[in-house]
């Protein structure tokens, strides 16, 4: 959890337009976005405790911490344990976050942007690890191109570890020396067109290449489930750089403004925070590694209690979601925070 808070104040204190920031001999005073709700039981004041954010610290001032720091850029001030943060209206009716250490330094009485090396979080990647490194979509192109094992040597029914195996469709001018091994699972299609957009696949294991040739033989070196004659063979994705590729930040286009939940990893239809679901929009529509969304929760139908006719309420935010992965024609999301439940076909837009 320690890991998942600091990831998120990752994803909220993003890439945005740079923030005045006023140093005195005391505090550091943080713009906060005038549009964002306060909360009617902020405390007066806060200490920082171990293991607190200030994305964490931001959630007991304010409804929003992700509106409340639009107006902030890349220059953020590291809290530290002890601390005073307390929230204060200024004299032109705006609202700042006033964090205040224990040990002051003497400044000239003027305003200064505040220079500061900032750290990057920690990132747990326990949700979202195989994802990253393990194949589990495929283009139409990909799953055309891919190649299958045609049999075992040792004619057994099953292929595991240490078995060599026979192939076709590797590809002898693209040589790799280690290949995943799939097989196909639900198709994902557009929910307004019908189009196919990708081709899911389940992660069997992996294969290295010791002889090529028409059929080339490989060696089995791990597998999750047992191998059948007919399963895929795809080139294995070396690992992310995970701790400096992730930048969260808006994306600015989206292709037709808005995307759609269209599948959850593990099929529940309510989503929850943490839950990871696919997106039918990519990287052809806009969508990259790092870009941070919300989900709205359509409106529901109502009868006019004058008129009579039905009407569609207004939709709501439901919770914020960042694309960690994403490929042409689809992405994977994980839902960072759920203010109500999510659904499959649930809109999801530009913060």
Not at 67 to 75: Q, R, V, Y
Not at 113 to 119: A, F, S, Y
Not at 156 to 170: E, F, I, K, P
Request: glycine share 6%; proline share 6%; hydrophobic share 40%.
């Amino acid at each position: 959890m320690k890991t998942i808070l600091r990831f998120l104040l990752l994803m909220t204190l993003c890439s945005l337009p740079l923030f005045p920031v006023y140093a005195s001999d005391a505090p550091t005073l943080l713009l906060l976005n005038p549009n964002v709700e306060r909360l009617p039981n902020y405390p007066e004041r806060y200490i920082v405790l171990p293991n607190d954010t200030l994305y964490k610290v931001l959630e007991k001032f304010v409804a929003d911490p992700l509106l409340a720091s639009e107006m902030w850029g890349n220059n953020i001030p590291q809290i530290r344990i002890g601390d005073m943060v307390s929230m204060l209206e200024l004299s032109s009716g705006s609202y700042a976050l006033q964090i205040k250490r224990g040990r002051t330094v003497k400044l000239s009485p003027m305003t200064r942007i505040i220079q500061q090396q900032r750290e990057i979080p920690t990132i747990s990647t326990d949700v979202i690890q195989h994802f990253l490194t393990q194949p589990r979509i495929l283009s139409l192109d990909e799953l055309e191109e891919a190649g299958y094992i045609v049999a075992n040597a040792n004619g057994t029914l099953l292929a595991t570890t240490d078995a060599l195996v026979y192939a076709r469709g590797l590809d002898e001018y693209d040589y790799q020396e280690r290949y995943a091994i799939v097989r196909l699972g639900q198709q994902f299609t557009d929910p307004d067109t019908g189009e196919v957009l990708a081709q899911e696949t389940v992660y069997l294991g992996v294969a290295k290449l010791e002889q090529m040739g028409d059929p080339a033989t490989l060696r089995i070196l791990s597998f999750t489930q047992g191998i059948y004659d007919g399963d895929l063979l795809v080139p294995l994705e070396s690992d992310d750089q995970l701790t400096e590729d992730f930048q969260p930040r808006k994306p600015t286009y989206i292709e037709g403004e808005t995307a759609r939940i269209i599948a959850v990893v593990n099929g529940v239809s309510q989503i929850g925070q943490y839950q990871i679901v696919v997106l039918n929009k990519g990287l052809d529509d806009g969508l990259e590694r790092g870009h941070v969304l919300v989900a709205n929760k359509g409106g529901h139908l109502v009868k006019d209690p004058v008129t009579g006719e039905l009407i569609t309420l207004p939709s709501q935010i439901a919770g914020t979601l960042m694309v960690f992965k994403s490929f042409e024609r689809v992405s994977y999301a994980l839902v960072m925070k759920a203010q109500r439940a999510i659904s499959l076909l649930d809109e999801v837009t530009i913060p």
